[in-house]
């Protein structure tokens, strides 16, 4: 596995598995236009602060996630990578029968003191074709 997809995952890791905000949050870059975009409406966050309270929301939530991935696409050019994800999440909701649906993630990253930290998420649940 590449070190961008390691990242990735770590990330994808530390908000489902672990449930630990501080680990999610170290793997982001600390620039300024940093960005978290999920498939909530609550959940976009512009700049680090933003994007912490974004991670620490996710990890605190009752609502467990599982993400499936089934094609990966990763392209590396100097000091920046990006990948697109497809596959499908599992939402586990208290109250409510837990759902699997489709699910897309572009991820730009940014290589910072020899490492791949993320500098942008946009997740999306795409919808069903008319």
Do not use: K
Request: no cysteine; proline share 5%.
């Amino acid at each position: 596995m590449s070190d961008v997809l390691t990242t990735f995952f770590a990330l994808i890791d530390a908000l489902t598995e672990q449930r630990d905000a501080e680990a999610a949050i170290a793997l982001y870059a600390t620039d300024e236009d940093v960005v978290f975009s999920g498939s909530t409406r609550d959940e976009v966050g512009f700049g680090p602060e933003a994007v912490a309270d974004v991670l620490r929301a996710i990890v605190a939530s009752p609502t467990r996630l599982s993400l499936s991935p089934e094609r990966r696409q990763v392209r590396e050019e100097d000091n920046v990578a990006w990948a697109n994800i497809t596959g499908r999440i599992r939402i586990d909701s208290p109250g409510a029968s837990p759902r699997d649906a489709p699910y897309r993630i572009t991820a730009i990253f940014v290589r910072r003191d020899g490492a791949w930290r993320w500098h942008t998420f946009n997740g999306s649940e795409p919808a069903a074709s008319d």
